[in-house]
């Protein structure tokens, strides 16, 4: 079974990051400071990923979005604040917007809405899956590294359990409160 998973792992990686992909990205990291596979082409197929599923759900919406928002109050609201505020900014939303963890449909039905052109949304989609492969792939290579050092440490002096248990549930806390913090901005820009 073991085999099996690493023998795949790329395509693994490739589909689990067409939908929500951190998850599936940071796990080939994991495997990759393992030395079970090569970290460059976790984020090249991470970044194949993300870049089929981004554009997928763009097309979709584009085409059945409208539908989507013309029979729903919620959501004619909503594209009406993403038009807003989308208009002069649709690059730095395609980028910022991929970072957006647990966002990603949203963000693309709202890229949809707004009517962002294909010209336009390509090209940054495309530069904002490779920054996200590269960034998230190497922080989660680099704390997959740094954990399972601290986790040998950890068996052989059994005293510090505590404190690593500690410091990852400070990186998580830390996670949640950038998540917040990115989300209350974009929602504060939202009634401007």
């Not at 998850?23 to 976790?42: D, E, F, I, Y």
């Amino acid at each position: 079974m073991w085999d099996a998973l690493v023998h795949n792992a790329y395509w693994l990686v490739y589909a689990g990051t067409i939908m929500e992909g951190e998850t599936a990205l940071l796990l080939g990291s994991l495997a990759a400071s393992q030395g079970l596979v090569k970290l460059a082409w976790v984020i090249a197929a991470a970044f194949a990923g993300a870049t089929t599923g981004d554009q997928i759900s763009y097309q979709l919406f584009r085409r059945f979005g409208p539908g989507m928002v013309s029979r729903n109050e919620t959501l004619k609201r909503r594209s009406e604040k993403a038009r807003r505020l989308l208009k002069g900014h649709p690059v730095k939303f395609i980028i910022v917007s991929r970072f957006f963890w647990g966002l990603r449909s949203a963000c693309m039905l709202a890229l949809a809405a707004s009517d962002v052109p294909s010209r336009v949304f390509v090209p940054a989609n495309l530069f904002a899956c490779a920054l996200w492969s590269v960034i998230i792939g190497s922080l989660g290579y680099v704390f997959s590294s740094w954990a399972t050092k601290a986790m040998a440490t950890m068996d052989e002096i059994s005293g510090r359990a505590p404190a690593i248990i500690g410091g990852i549930a400070l990186f998580m806390a830390l996670v949640v409160i950038g998540r917040y913090a990115v989300l209350k901005f974009w929602r504060s820009r939202e009634t401007l």
